[in-house]
Structures are given as C-alpha cells and as structure tokens.
C-alpha cells in the first residue's frame, strides 16, 4: 500500500491525518471481535476512567496483543505498519503496544488534552499512533488533535481522573494551555469517521475526545509504532503502560530491540 505524498506531508505539518478506507471489511471484523472478547475478559491492566456517577462506562485496557488471537492477527496482518513506515519515514517498524478504548452509550466522561509521549518510557521523534474505531463516530465524538502541536515543547502529563502529576515532577515541564477556553487560536482538527477510517498521529500531538451519546458505542483500537530513532528512556516511575522488568534488560538510550517490541516491517 502506498501512501500519498499530501497525507506525509499532512502527518509532517500537522502531527495528524485522517486516512480514509484504508482496512477492509476482514480487518475491521478481526479488531470488532478481539475488542469484545477483550471487554469480556479484560486483563489485569485494564482500567475505568469514567467516574461511579457516569450514566455511562469508559474502559481501557493495554497491551493484549500476547493474549488477544485477534489482536495479533490485526497488528501483524494489516498493513498499519507498513503505512506507519511511510508516514514516519523510517526503514524500520517495531510494535510498541496496543490500547483498546471503549465508551458506552451516554458516557460523559471525556479524554482531556493530553500528548501521549510524556507518559511513555521511550525518546525520539520517529513514532505514530493510530486510532481506529469499529464503530461510526460522528464529529462531536470524534478524536480531535491541535495541529502543529507536535513540533512544540513536552508538556506536563496528569492523571486524567484527578490532574495529578504522577509522571514528571510537578513543575519539571510546563502545563497545558486551556484549549477549550481558546479554540480559535488553534487550528482543531477533527473528522467524522466510518469503520475503516483511520486516524494517524504523532505521539506528542495534542489530543482530546468528548463522550459519546444515548444512542452510539464507540469502540476504538490504538496501536503505536516506533521507528529508526525510537530508543529507551527508562523513568524513576511508573509508565503507562508499565513495562516490568524492560530496565533491567534494555540499557538507556538502547533502540527498541526487544521481544516486546517485535519487528514489522522493514529491517
């Protein structure tokens, strides 16, 4: 599969783009049925990040490409990794850990703006995130991402349920600004999507989601990939997700090389 030279340098310039039909009717069978079977038997990681009182339920649970049949197929089988490639610009993709993202039907909760490296256990620039729900979402609930925002400054991750810094020393890296309070001095960037659709972003975009309504389930799949320059960055915390162990047997600054980490494409 190639990927258009306008949607690399949407990627370059934005931090994000929108790549339209780019799974077929298998793959989003696959993912539709490695997320259930993943919501009926969530792992030990998994996770409630919307409070007792949401009329709703908003459920995460990380790394399940080991356990998940469905999962593995997916990651290995579709061609995510080789489209990361292009839009990367790396010889190489490695895997770096699968998230899967459910809102029930009237869930208020949302996901504030956030940019996802700061909370993860590697460095370098080459890295993509893709979010791929099975599910239509319409613009309101849609992820929304700040343009340009990748080529700006780490900014301090919280814990989503009580703004805590839990990561970084509190003060170590400067806040968010509230983007909601000033939306028109940001470009947003937003689609409505259909299964099929996916949405490509670098890890130190900024982004955000809103709950969805009585009516619509928003079942969504994360994979990220890291290229050529991702390297390990061990932390005095816990990430998210944790990697028990990844420290003792992958020295700082190491590239990804590890069974962790397998190799998709390239190499």
Same mark, same amino acid.
């Given at each position: 599969?190639?990927?258009?030279? /306008?949607?690399?340098?949407?990627?370059?310039?934005?931090?994000?783009?929108?790549?339209?039909?780019?799974?077929?009717?298998?793959?989003?069978?696959?993912?539709?049925?490695?997320?259930?079977?993943?919501?009926?038997?969530? /792992?030990?990681?998994?996770?409630?990040?919307?409070?007792?009182?949401?009329?709703?339920?908003?459920?995460?649970?990380?790394?399940?490409?080991?356990?998940?049949?469905?999962?593995?197929?997916?990651?290995?089988?579709?061609?995510?990794?080789?489209?990361?490639?292009?839009?990367?610009?790396?010889?190489?993709?490695?895997?770096?850990?699968?998230?899967?993202?459910?809102?029930?039907?009237?869930?208020?909760?949302?996901?504030? =703006?956030?940019?996802?490296?700061?909370?993860?256990?590697?460095?370098?620039?080459?890295?993509?995130?893709? &979010?791929?729900?099975?599910?239509?979402?319409?613009?309101?609930?849609?992820?929304?991402?700040?343009?340009? /925002?990748?080529?700006?400054? =780490?900014?301090?991750?919280? /814990?989503?349920?009580?703004?805590?810094?839990?990561?970084?020393?509190?003060?170590?890296?400067?806040?968010?600004?509230?983007?909601?309070?000033?939306?028109?001095?940001?470009?947003?960037?937003? =689609?409505?999507?259909?299964?099929?659709?996916?949405?490509?972003?670098?890890?130190?975009?900024?982004?955000?989601?809103?709950?969805?309504?009585?009516?619509?389930?928003?079942?969504?799949?994360?994979?990220?990939?890291?290229?050529?320059?991702?390297?390990?960055?061990?932390?005095? &915390?816990?990430?998210?997700?944790?990697?028990?162990?990844?420290?003792?047997?992958?020295?700082?600054?190491?590239?990804?090389?590890?069974?962790?980490?397998?190799?998709? =494409?390239?190499?």
């Amino acid at each position: 599969m190639r990927v258009a030279p /306008s949607d690399i340098e949407s990627f370059r310039r934005d931090g994000a783009v929108c790549l339209r039909q780019v799974l077929g009717a298998g793959d989003v069978a696959l993912l539709r049925a490695g997320i259930d079977a993943n919501l009926a038997h969530p /792992s030990c990681r998994a996770k409630v990040a919307s409070r007792p009182n949401d009329p709703g339920r908003f459920i995460e649970d990380f790394c399940g490409w080991q356990e998940n049949e469905h999962y593995r197929r997916f990651i290995f089988e579709s061609p995510l990794a080789q489209i990361a490639g292009q839009l990367m610009q790396s010889r190489t993709v490695r895997l770096y850990h699968d998230h899967m993202l459910t809102k029930e039907p009237c869930t208020r909760a949302r996901t504030p =703006w956030h940019q996802d490296q700061p909370y993860y256990n590697i460095e370098g620039r080459q890295n993509a995130s893709f &979010w791929i729900p099975v599910d239509p979402v319409s613009r309101a609930a849609t992820l929304e991402l700040v343009a340009g /925002s990748h080529l700006g400054p =780490w900014l301090m991750p919280r /814990s989503f349920m009580d703004a805590q810094a839990k990561w970084f020393p509190e003060g170590h890296l400067a806040d968010l600004p509230d983007i909601d309070a000033e939306r028109d001095r940001h470009r947003i960037l937003g =689609w409505p999507i259909e299964p099929g659709d996916v949405v490509c972003f670098h890890m130190l975009t900024l982004h955000a989601a809103a709950g969805v309504d009585g009516t619509s389930r928003r079942r969504v799949f994360s994979v990220r990939f890291l290229g050529d320059d991702m390297v390990h960055a061990p932390r005095a &915390w816990k990430t998210s997700p944790e990697f028990p162990g990844l420290a003792e047997t992958l020295a700082a600054g190491a590239p990804m090389e590890h069974p962790l980490f397998p190799l998709l =494409w390239g190499g």
